[in-house]
């Protein structure tokens, strides 16, 4: 833990996570900053960069009392040095940022003032979009989960698995502290984890005000996710292996029948990956041929 010198609780904790974010940090950075709502604390981890990021995150630091800087001595990985900061924080509220990501100048502000005055919504996000993209809750994986019970929420979530727009979510710290799933290594589709096992705590909202826009150059969208997370033969097979055991784990106090469409649910959501995985690989290798 780093020392944390400011007597003042901010009301928000932000925390970035950066390797090599040389190229766009800086707008990622102003987007933070020029946030209308302003008593927050900024966390930003550099996973020891190779390039310039350290340079331009102490620049923005000297210049702004809010940011706290931290570089790791050595390379934790993106999963570890996401916990890193949300452990950091000390704020009511939390909020991940990455380094490529631009948030609209009202979203703190519109998204706090919901949470404040729906006590039983544990997040709240504005709609999301990649930069070069329009919002589509479907596809971003963003839409509101304001079912009564959490067995819907958690269906309607994972039944748009292919996005996981909520997890840049504001969130109520005291939720996502105690998050099983976020201390358990790094896998495949573990951000849809962190906000299934949210979605079982209670509703998370999407406002119609302001936006996230999401950049490309993270692994997610990386051709290389696979390879990242894949540790044993299984993966090849069954790429979301890790990913089942822990949401199966949630699903304890299933119906039967719901466990059932839980365990279909699985089965396509593999099948649709290892497709995936072997079309991914096999451009991989043609790319490395070329070379």
Same mark, same amino acid.
């Given at each position: 833990?780093?020392?944390?010198?400011?007597?003042?609780?901010?009301?928000?904790?932000?925390?970035?996570?950066?390797?090599?974010?040389?190229?766009?940090?800086?707008?990622?950075?102003?987007?933070? *900053?020029? &946030?209308?709502?302003?008593?927050?604390? @900024?966390?930003?981890?550099? %996973? /020891?960069? +190779?390039?310039?990021?350290?340079?331009?995150?102490?620049?923005?630091?000297?210049?702004?009392?809010?940011?706290?800087?931290?570089?790791?001595?050595?390379?934790?990985?993106?999963?570890?040095?996401?916990?890193?900061?949300?452990?950091?924080?000390?704020?009511?509220?939390f909020i991940?940022?990455?380094?490529?990501?631009?948030?609209?100048?009202?979203?703190?502000?519109?998204?706090?003032?919901?949470?404040?005055?729906?006590?039983?919504?544990?997040?709240?996000?504005?709609?999301?979009?990649?930069?070069?993209?329009?919002?589509?809750?479907?596809?971003?994986?963003?839409?509101? *989960?304001? &079912?009564?019970?959490?067995?819907?929420? @958690?269906?309607?979530?994972? %039944? /748009?698995? +292919?996005?996981?727009?909520?997890?840049?979510?504001?969130?109520?710290?005291?939720?996502?502290?105690?998050?099983?799933?976020?201390?358990?290594?790094?896998?495949?589709?573990?951000?849809?984890?962190?906000?299934?096992?949210?979605?079982?705590?209670?509703?998370?909202?999407?406002?119609?005000?302001?936006?996230?826009?999401?950049?490309?150059?993270?692994?997610?969208?990386?051709?290389?996710?696979?390879?990242?997370?894949r540790n044993?033969?299984?993966?090849w097979f069954?790429?979301?292996?890790?990913?089942?055991?822990?949401?199966?784990?949630?699903?304890?106090?299933?119906?039967?029948?719901?466990?059932?469409?839980?365990?279909?649910?699985?089965?396509?959501?593999?099948?649709?990956?290892?497709?995936?995985?072997?079309?991914?690989?096999?451009?991989?290798?043609?790319?490395?041929?070329?070379?």
């Amino acid at each position: 833990m780093t020392e944390k010198i400011n007597s003042h609780i901010p009301l928000v904790s932000i925390g970035m996570f950066v390797y090599n974010g040389e190229s766009c940090i800086r707008d990622s950075i102003e987007s933070i *900053l020029s &946030q209308s709502y302003k008593d927050f604390e @900024f966390i930003i981890s550099d %996973n /020891a960069s +190779t390039d310039d990021t350290q340079n331009i995150c102490k620049e923005y630091a000297k210049k702004d009392s809010r940011i706290r800087y931290i570089r790791q001595s050595k390379n934790i990985g993106a999963t570890a040095n996401c916990l890193f900061v949300l452990d950091e924080a000390i704020g009511e509220y939390f909020i991940w940022a990455a380094h490529d990501d631009i948030k609209s100048e009202n979203f703190l502000e519109v998204n706090l003032k919901f949470l404040q005055k729906n006590p039983d919504y544990i997040a709240s996000t504005s709609p999301v979009k990649f930069k070069d993209g329009m919002p589509d809750p479907v596809k971003m994986g963003d839409q509101s *989960l304001n &079912q009564e019970t959490a067995q819907e929420r @958690f269906f309607d979530c994972i %039944n /748009a698995w +292919t996005g996981c727009g909520r997890f840049y979510s504001l969130i109520r710290r005291s939720a996502l502290i105690d998050n099983v799933t976020l201390r358990r290594g790094a896998y495949l589709g573990q951000d849809i984890a962190v906000i299934l096992e949210l979605a079982i705590k209670g509703k998370l909202n999407r406002t119609s005000e302001g936006y996230v826009a999401l950049g490309r150059n993270g692994l997610s969208g990386s051709q290389t996710i696979y390879r990242t997370y894949r540790n044993s033969l299984l993966n090849w097979f069954i790429p979301l292996h890790e990913f089942n055991v822990q949401i199966w784990s949630f699903s304890s106090s299933f119906s039967f029948k719901n466990k059932a469409q839980l365990a279909i649910t699985m089965l396509k959501m593999n099948l649709i990956s290892s497709l995936h995985q072997i079309k991914t690989e096999l451009k991989l290798l043609l790319a490395e041929k070329l070379n």
